[in-house]
């Protein structure tokens, strides 16, 4: 690796620090039913998110849920305290295509249809409102 790319990725790496986030990686959902879920909690307070989701007929929102309670957890567990109402926020979260199984399945007159089955990666932050006032 080149000096400059490991000075930057050493940055990167500094920065995650101070950031408190979960992922969840190969959901066997499309990206874009996951990016329904994910859009209705976007910027929510979380115990309200939390409600969203527990309550949303999505199969994707049960995922969600817990990654969410995941992204608290590690924050709680940076600032070596708990997390009291109306504090959180999410702040980003977004949805990235993940690997596509391909398929086929039978089709009429000897041809073939192609299934893909795709997944994706969620990554949620979350952070307390006083430090989304300082950006």
Sequence with gaps: MGARKKISAEKRKE????????????VPTSPRKMRLVADM?????V???LGVLKFSSKEA???V??????AIANWEQKNE???????LFVTK???DGGATLKRM????????????????HVTLFVDSKNTNDKN
């Excluded at 909690?41 to 307070?45: A, K």
């Excluded at 305290?81 to 504090?87: P, S």
């Excluded at 399945?105 to 994706?120: H, M, V």
């Design 47 to 49: 115990n309200r998110a």
């Design 61 to 63: 929102s049960a995922r």
């Design 15 to 26: 920065a995650l620090k101070t950031m408190y986030f979960a992922k969840l990686q190969n």
């Design 65 to 70: 849920e817990k990654l969410l309670r995941s």
């Design 93 to 95: 979260i977004y949805v």
């Design 105 to 120: 399945r039978p089709a009429p007159q000897g041809r073939g249809y192609r299934i893909r089955k795709r997944s994706n």
């Design 81 to 87: 305290r708990k997390a009291e109402d109306g504090e």
């Design 41 to 45: 909690i976007r910027g929510m307070e």
